[in-house]
């Protein structure tokens, strides 16, 4: 019961030393105001996706509305609607994905520097960068698609035997979380693994991955219910306080990014010690 009270008062301290890094005081922003640049081209993107393959445009705007803070929905509904491309454009896309790239570029850059790693040439970033947000694009496209093929089923069987929609829309809602949490989870585990110009066991991040995707899901329905219950940004910020609050979410949501990366990094580091003081 002593080692276990120590082991946790241990890793407290540790993640307390953790947070007050400099890194910990610098990346995050700078990550946050490159996603903030990124959301518009990101947006017209996912638009345009989202039409060729048919899905439906209510989905995605009922998941933006019950998932996403009150404040950061208005903005991104705003974004979404004004910027839906319905035709094939080959200059777009490429322009929207350099455009939106800067946001993994950037994660890039703060992992590696994270990891102690050499910097790579401007052009092998830049395609790693539009790798991953391809990745990004996949994982928000399966949601929708969880969503949206996933109720269209749910009517089909209505349809043809409404004795078992019961049961095939329990079956639906019970599944579709964990679900989308392993996606989440995934993605993240996948770019921490990716992103620094180090090469780094993927088993290395799982502890920062589940970290990261836990506290964004949590903290995402803390900081709506704060927004809605508490805080009152108008007062201070006028017409400005969707955005102010567009900022402080995603800010965030990248202090625990980084936060996740950095604690792989610290415990790969531990474990190398330890391999090295048994040699």
């Not at 950037?106 to 050499?118: D, F, L």
């Not at 052009?123 to 947000?133: G, N, Q, S």
Request: charged share 15%; aromatic share 14%; proline share 3%.
């Amino acid at each position: 019961m002593k080692k276990s009270k120590e082991k946790i008062k241990g890793s407290i301290n540790e993640n307390m030393k953790l947070m007050s890094t400099p890194l910990m005081s610098i990346l995050p922003g700078q990550i946050s105001f490159f996603v903030i640049l990124s959301i518009i081209p990101l947006a017209s993107l996912l638009a345009m996706l989202i039409s060729k393959l048919s899905f439906n445009f209510d989905a995605v705007t009922s998941f933006i509305s019950h998932y996403l803070p009150s404040g950061v929905t208005n903005i991104i509904l705003s974004i979404f609607e004004q910027q839906k491309v319905t035709s094939f454009d080959l200059f777009f896309i490429i322009t929207a994905f350099y455009l939106a790239s800067k946001a993994t570029h950037s994660i890039i850059i703060a992992s590696t520097h994270i990891y102690n790693g050499k910097q790579k040439d401007f052009v092998r970033t830049r395609i790693k960068a539009i790798l991953m947000l391809i990745i990004l694009v996949i994982l928000v496209i399966t949601l929708v698609g969880v969503l949206t093929i996933g109720g269209r089923l749910v009517d089909y069987f209505s349809m043809v035997n409404g004795n078992i929609n019961p049961v095939v829309n329990w079956i639906y809602t019970i599944l579709k979380w964990p679900f989308m949490f392993f996606m989440v989870f995934f993605t993240i585990k996948v770019i921490y693994t990716i992103a620094p110009n180090v090469n780094i066991p993927s088993s290395s991040v799982n502890k920062g991955a589940l970290l990261t995707t836990i506290v964004w899901v949590v903290s995402t329905y803390g900081f709506s219910f704060y927004v809605i219950n508490l805080a009152n940004y108008t007062k201070f910020y006028g017409n400005l306080s969707n955005l102010i609050i567009l900022m402080i979410w995603i800010y965030w949501l990248c202090y625990v990014f980084v936060f996740g990366m950095t604690i792989n990094e610290y415990k790969l580091n531990n474990k190398e010690h330890d391999i090295e003081e048994k040699k």
